[in-house]
């Protein structure tokens, strides 16, 4: 699905370089490169503040932690995600509220949250699921209007931006109260292990993340708060900026793959093509096509038998998750995501496919 290797070979003399640098200095944890990211991050991301932490799970905990929510109180999330985007809200002991996504482009839609609002609502996650920003003008503007704050999801998104109807542009992650990423080493800006961030342009929260990521310790062993120890390590933050300053070709490689796909399979009825919200740029962390009265499942042993993989993001949505039974849903409940767990297949993608790859996966396919 994805070529680190390749990717590798191409940056190796100044990922080797960071990583070296980082064994001489000793300082494996905290050390300036880490610093030094967050910095250059916030750049590149166009925020004020970046607050690297162990993982995309962890980000989305501090995230809700650092909004003081408590229990009972209710996050709404899409049921279409990866479980991670759950799995903090119950964790917290908040309660998740799934909703339904929209067929087209797979992403959480303002009108499904606005609908499933309670008195005891205080939070959305949306989740720029495959690479590409949900309709955040609309959830934006639900949030005002019923006074929630908003988590971005952006742990797929990274480096996809989006344009306002008044013409700003944001980038992914940048538009909520609170973003999140992840450097997952498959992730669009992915470190050699595991790694995460926020982002925020909020002083006061920028400041309780950073003391919750760190044992909810502003002065040292005083502890003023409950928090959690995640941080990025300076290994991790070496490569990442070795690769930061490629992540813009890294997108476009991406997108380069994206629309050869989009061309093999345009018009075809049995495999519908993503398609792209108003707005918002695709990164194309995955390629996703829906296959429609193919038999997936065999069609994916067939394509592996061919050595070429294909997955499947995501076979169950939430609601449908033995740990996240609830009897408030009910199979039926969220058809546009019941479907898509039947009919999504995604096709490798990175930042290394040339051309005699994508022939070879079209033609097998
Ligand atoms: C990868 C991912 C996460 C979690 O990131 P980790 O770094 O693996 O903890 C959360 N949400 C989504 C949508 C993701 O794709």
Redesign the pocket.
Known sequence: MVDLRGQYEKIKSAVDAGIQEVIDSTQFVKGGKVKEFEQQLAEYLGVKHVVAV???????QIALMALGLKPGDEVITPTF?????AEVVALLGLTPVVVDVDYDTMCVTAEAIERAITPRTKAIVP???FGQNADMEGILSVAKKHNLYVVE????SMGSRYTFSDGRVAASGTMGDIG?????PS?NLGCYG???ALFTDDDELAQRIRVIANHGMEVRYHHDMVGVNSRLDSIQAAVLLAKLPHLDEYIEARQRAAEYYNKAFEGDARFLIPKVGRGTTHAY?QYTLRCVGVDRDALREQLAAKGVPAMI?YPIPLHQQKAYQDPRYKAGNFPMAEQLAKEVLSLPMHTELDLEQLEYIVGSL
Do not use: E, W
């Open positions: 162990g993982n995309g799970t962890d980000a989305l995600t990866f479980i991670a985007t989740v720029h699921l999801d952006a742990c797929q999140c990423t992840s450097f997952f992730k595991d790694g995460g962390h993001y």
